[in-house]
């Protein structure tokens, strides 16, 4: 079983290794050593169990880890890091890049494994794991599984975000990595998890049967992932995506189309960018005109809300445009100037508000923009943010744009 190989052994010896690490480094500009550094502390600090995760400090200002949180996101933001590593990878050549994608794709394989199903959990922690209790009592809402002969929790109540997030850094990942047993294995994943998918009607289904969620009614999603599955493993997908392409993809549009008509669950523009990322880049037959107004619809929507990954994401989809890339290269740099933990933010009276009390009239700059997981799902008009001070965010939110603006073109 894969899972067993993730060691508390491993997770010391990286532990170990963040007391030589400067997360930042001087300068505002976006660089490659700022990106190297956040992904040197996310494998120290962000991986207590193989998949992303967020570590609780004593203090604010405490470096003692006495916890971790936002364990119910970790597939999708696993996807991410696995994005961000896979393009740092192709810029760099750097074997430490490769580990960390092989780490990524051996954190996902896990999110399987522990099931016994091919379904896809949203975590696993080990039952020996001091963190363990606190995890689970956090998750208990989606359901918490045990893998006793492993010993293993896992969380279930699996959500599509959880896999459009890791179809997008598997679909990434295939192209941008050219290591013929990293190719192997990703094909292999989609597999796998198509499989489950399509063997319960587009629903993920638990173990005792119920169903967490459909992707019944999303022919974007579905396209999307099949799109993956059949670039990685045309023999078994092509026939099924050729189909699902000419009886569904009118069904592209709507959903889109009612998402932006408010900027309720921001999120899902997030999860709409990354699946169409993948369906439109991989798609070269007269069905991409379709892709591409839906696409159009959502970045009308999106492109003066300062997102720095959406403009990435457009300069892939779109072209080069100069004032845009400028842009995104400015929000890089102030994304620096940002506090990692989750400081509390209230910037009511400081810029106008419209509609409500907590809501600016133009986005807020990105330093003064509530701290969260991954800025760029966040809506950008916010001007209160809860926090602690005690929970460090990963900075996937910086790394995933900086390396695919390095790979695009954008940032240089």
Not at 2 to 10: H, Q, W
Not at 27 to 55: L, V
Not at 385 to 400: H, K
Request: hydrophobic share 40%; net charge neutral.
């Amino acid at each position: 079983m894969r899972l067993v190989n993730m060691t508390a052994k491993r997770f010391a010896i990286t532990v170990v290794l963040f007391c030589s690490i400067t997360i930042f480094v001087g300068s505002a500009r976006a660089s490659e050593a700022d990106a190297i550094a956040i992904s040197q502390n996310i494998r120290a600090r962000h991986m207590p169990f193989g998949t992303i995760m967020d570590p609780i400090f004593a203090t604010p200002d405490s470096e003692q880890i006495v916890g971790y949180t936002h364990c119910g996101d970790s597939a999708i933001w696993t996807g991410h890091y696995l994005a961000a590593e896979s393009f740092r990878y192709n810029v760099t050549r750097s074997p430490e890049a490769l580990d960390n994608v092989r780490i990524a794709l051996g954190g996902i394989e896990s999110l399987l494994d522990v099931t016994g199903t091919n379904l896809l959990s949203r975590c696993l922690i080990r039952m020996s794991s001091p963190y363990a209790q606190a995890i689970i009592n956090e998750e208990a809402s989606h359901g918490v599984y045990q893998n006793i002969q492993f010993g293993w929790y896992w969380i279930g109540g699996t959500s599509r975000d959880q896999y459009s997030g890791v179809f997008f850094g598997l679909g990434v990942a295939y192209d941008f990595v050219d290591d013929p047993q990293v190719r192997a294995r990703i094909a292999s994943l989609t597999t796998l998890l198509l499989d489950f998918l399509r063997g319960h009607n587009w629903s993920v289904t638990m173990p005792n049967g119920s169903i967490s969620t459909t992707f019944v009614g999303r022919a974007d999603q579905q396209l999307s992932l099949l799109q993956v599955g059949r670039h990685v493993n045309p023999a078994r997908f092509s026939t099924t995506y050729d189909l699902y392409r000419l009886f569904f993809s009118p069904l592209v549009i709507a959903p889109i189309s009612l998402e932006v008509l408010d900027n309720n669950s921001y999120f899902k523009f997030n999860l709409d960018s990354i699946n169409l990322f993948n369906l439109i880049r991989l798609e070269s037959s007269s069905f991409n005109g379709i892709y591409r107004q839906a696409y159009e619809i959502l970045r009308r929507h999106t492109d003066d809300q300062k997102n720095a990954f959406f403009n990435v994401i457009d300069r892939v989809l779109s072209g080069h445009n100069d004032a845009r890339d400028a842009d995104t290269r400015e929000m890089l740099e102030e994304w620096l100037l940002r506090p990692r933990r989750d400081v509390p933010v209230d910037l009511r009276g400081v810029y106008p508000s419209c509609g409500s009390t907590d809501m600016a009239c133009v986005p807020v700059p990105i330093v003064d923009r509530p701290r969260t997981d991954f800025l760029w799902q966040r809506n950008p008009f916010l001007l209160v943010g809860q926090g602690s001070g005690t929970i460090e965010r990963a900075g996937i939110d910086y790394i995933l744009p900086y390396w695919m603006g390095r790979y695009y073109g954008t940032i240089y």
